[in-house]
């Protein structure tokens, strides 16, 4: 059974940094891209970043410069370091694994990120 869960969220004060962490089980960690994609109630599900099998990172441009996505295969975790947050970051934040002609195949419960002034 494929399991991705998500930790590290919390509430933090605009400026601050939170790292989030996605542990994946159930199928091989190594063989898929992953991402990351935030909500906020009332509008669409924002990708917010993404890493492949061989570690090509991409971000949202609202995110770019202060948010860093990374990837252990060996520990089948994949990171988002996010820097410099803003009151517009606030969103549960989900992990997604294996990409397809549908969209991510996988996906994490979510993790709430709260910013404040």
């Known amino acids: 059974q494929v399991q991705l869960v998500e930790s590290g969220g919390g509430s933090v004060q605009a400026g601050g940094s939170l790292k989030l962490s996605c542990t994946a089980s159930?199928?091989?960690?190594?063989?898929?891209?992953m991402a990351w994609y935030r909500q906020v109630p009332g509008k669409e599900r924002e990708l917010v970043s993404s890493?492949?099998?061989?570690?090509?990172?991409n971000y949202a441009d609202s995110v770019k410069g202060r948010f860093t996505i990374s990837r252990d295969n060996a520990k089948g975790t994949m990171y988002l370091q996010m820097n410099s947050l803003k009151n517009e970051d606030t969103a549960v934040y989900h992990c997604?694994?294996?990409?397809?002609?549908?969209?991510?195949?996988?996906w994490g419960q979510g993790t709430q990120v709260t910013v404040s002034s």
């Open positions: 997604a694994a294996c990409r397809t002609s549908n969209g991510m195949r996988y």
């Open positions: 890493i492949s099998i061989g570690g090509i990172t």
């Open positions: 159930g199928y091989q960690f190594s063989n898929c891209g």
